[in-house]
């Protein structure tokens, strides 16, 4: 479908921003180190101005109602009061919101994976972990160090998780979504879709999300370079004279369509667990007890 020499001719893409020949911009922008400074300094202050209300109010309140409080009942508050403020807290509000919080709403930001999709639990469960000692034990020189060095302006946590940062102000949210082609949809269903690159699944998806208000030269030449990149992460390869664009289409489609069913799988074995554990165990009937003579 599409030659091997296309990607070489062609100018290779940087990561962040892709500009076409028309100067047509196609924004997949990591957020900048300050505004990734910004949202922590909000997220954190935050959780701290909790951790604090709530360890006040636990020593107001608890040396009323336990005076004689033991030490290990005391540590074993404190530990569980740290545990949620610093990791289930910052983990919930980054799940349930799909990598947003009050920080990043803020600087118009969102956490994803290198590829381009949401985070799932164990990328913000990986960043939550790491913050314990990234930002709450060490004031936040390490985040801040690794934020400014980096080329997508990653903390230590995203390094580990796979995850960055990215804007989300650039018009991408209000774009329509991308649709499977019909005449791929029996190709991609049993195709073999490896994992694209982060900055190649995001450029693709910008690409299509924008192709419709470049210049016809450009699009054709800009779908050819991302459709050669993609397709050797793809087996087998489509059908003879696939149009590039429908390709990429088929692709992200296939993708997406994949990660929400597994989600929906992970999620029906979460509630199907929750079930067991509250369904109570078999009653044991006592025996009956024998009258005596």
């Not at 990234?134 to 160090?145: K, L, M, N, Y």
């Not at 019909?182 to 994992?195: I, K, N, Q, T, V």
């Not at 192709?211 to 030449?221: D, E, F, G, K």
Request: include cysteine; proline fraction near 8%.
């Amino acid at each position: 479908m599409v030659s091997g020499d296309v990607a070489s001719s062609e100018r290779m893409m940087t990561p962040e921003l892709m500009v076409t020949g028309e100067a047509i911009a196609l924004e997949v922008l990591p957020a900048s180190p300050g505004s990734r400074i910004l949202s922590g300094i909000i997220d954190y202050a935050l959780y701290g101005a909790g951790l604090l209300i709530t360890l006040v109010t636990a020593s107001t309140v608890g040396g009323r109602i336990f005076p004689q409080a033991s030490e290990a009942l005391v540590a074993a508050l404190l530990s569980l009061t740290l545990l949620g403020w610093l990791v289930v807290v910052p983990l919930t509000v980054e799940v349930l919101t799909r990598g947003r919080s009050a920080g990043r709403m803020v600087t118009g930001s969102r956490i994803v994976r290198d590829d381009g999709g949401a985070v799932r639990l164990r990328h913000s469960l990986v960043r939550a972990l790491v913050g314990v000692v990234e930002i709450w034990g060490t004031a936040g020189i390490p985040a801040v160090s690794a934020c400014v060095v980096t080329r997508r302006g990653k903390r230590l946590g995203d390094l580990l998780a796979g995850t960055y940062a990215v804007r989300v102000r650039n018009g991408a949210a209000d774009a329509p979504p991308i649709l499977m082609p019909p005449e791929l949809a029996e190709w991609a269903a049993d195709a073999d879709l490896r994992a694209l690159p982060g900055h190649l699944a995001l450029a693709a998806r910008t690409f299509l999300q924008r192709a419709s208000s470049m210049q016809p030269q450009a699009r054709a030449r800009l779908a050819l370079q991302l459709a050669a990149q993609a397709e050797p992460y793809v087996a087998p390869p489509p059908p003879p004279n696939t149009h590039p664009e429908r390709f990429l289409a088929a692709i992200l489609a296939a993708r997406r369509d994949r990660e929400f069913m597994l989600e929906i799988r992970d999620r029906r074995l979460e509630d199907q667990a929750r079930a067991a554990l509250q369904t109570p165990p078999h009653e044991v009937t006592a025996p009956t007890a024998t009258p005596r003579h």
